[in-house]
């Protein structure tokens, strides 16, 4: 199958061409810049230059590939500090899978995007554990969720994978993990808020390359599917292993002052989002085979490479 990937050089991305080109499929990466080309390049695959914003560009990709996998996101847009900028990151994201949809309807070939299991704590107010049969009425990510999943009535075999707020590997430079270190070195302290009980799910990067290629394989159209391995890891539990891999305490601030060392994570760092994937293990015999996050971190790589 030839594939086209948003996202392709990133972190999940360049998990998922890897995994791709190991079954034998052919990758074409959007790239969008001479790095991200090479980097694609150097993997095996087809790098394309263009960006998200040109989405005729990224639609006429599209409709020379047998399928398609949405990665690609306006990152910088949704965590540059900027007020809005989530739900104008969300917006756009919005208007890239409806375009990328509309070019494939009556097609019946595969279509798999990118959500996250936290939008059904953030925008469904869902405190028990999720399942994929939960359902958001809208919000930001949502709404594209929503309009991919409706794909699968129109001949697209459209499906949404919900990762977990942490995908976490040696890959992973610019996410939640990350970003909880580089607080934790720049306050001297591993902050979590309140008692830190509330928990997030949580994936190794390689075992989601591998759900995304099943899912372009073989996704019923119009499945959700959960991105999760640990169905939830504490925050304080979290807190404390960054603490012990930095040689710092952890420490819990309240929710007033979490901004002061958290940031614009604060928000993030309160969610609750018990999360469960059983019912996308037994559709796709998707059986998660490596490390669990805190036995991942407990491998050091992140306080080696994290700044």
């Known amino acids: 199958m030839r ?23 052919q990758v074409v990466g959007l790239a969008r810049s001479d790095a991200s080309a090479a980097k694609i390049k150097a993997a095996g695959a087809e790098a394309v230059h263009g960006d998200l914003d040109d989405i005729a560009g990224v639609v006429a990709i599209a409709k020379t590939a047998d399928g398609v996998i949405h990665l690609g996101y306006k990152h910088d847009l949704a965590f540059g500090g900027t007020p809005d900028g989530f739900v104008k990151a969300a917006e756009h994201d919005v208007r890239v899978v409806k375009a990328i949809g509309e070019a494939l309807v009556g097609s019946n070939k595969p279509f798999v995007s990118t959500s996250g299991t936290a939008q059904l704590a953030l925008f469904g107010g869902i405190s028990r554990t999720g399942t994929e049969e939960d359902v958001v009425a809208g919000g930001p990510r949502v709404d594209g969720e929503n309009a991919v ?16 707020p942490t995908v976490h590997s040696s890959l992973d430079h610019h996410g939640f993990i990350p970003m909880f270190i580089a607080a934790a070195r720049k306050n001297g302290f591993s902050a979590y808020i309140g008692d830190g009980a509330n928990v997030w799910p949580a994936v ?10 099943l899912a372009l394989q073989s996704a019923p159209a119009g499945t959700r599917l959960h991105g999760v391995a640990d169905e939830g890891v504490a925050l304080r539990t979290i807190a404390e ?9 952890a420490k819990s601030v309240t929710a007033a002052d979490a901004a002061k060392s958290l940031g614009a994570m604060a928000h993030f760092a309160q969610v609750n989002n018990p999360t469960s994937s059983a019912r996308t293990r037994a559709l796709l015999k998707w059986t998660p085979a490596h490390a669990g996050l805190l036995a991942d971190l407990g491998e050091r790589h992140y306080f080696a490479t994290a700044s």
């Open 241 to 249: 292993a960054i603490g012990k891999g930095l040689g710092v305490p």
């Open 204 to 213: 190794h990067t390689l075992d989601a390359a591998r759900l995304y290629r």
């Open 149 to 164: 999943i409706a794909l699968g009535a129109r001949g697209v075999r459209s499906s949404v994978i919900r990762l977990s």
């Open 3 to 25: 594939v086209f990937i948003t996202g392709a050089s990133g972190h999940i991305g360049s998990a998922v061409v890897a995994d791709l080109l190991a079954a034998n499929h």
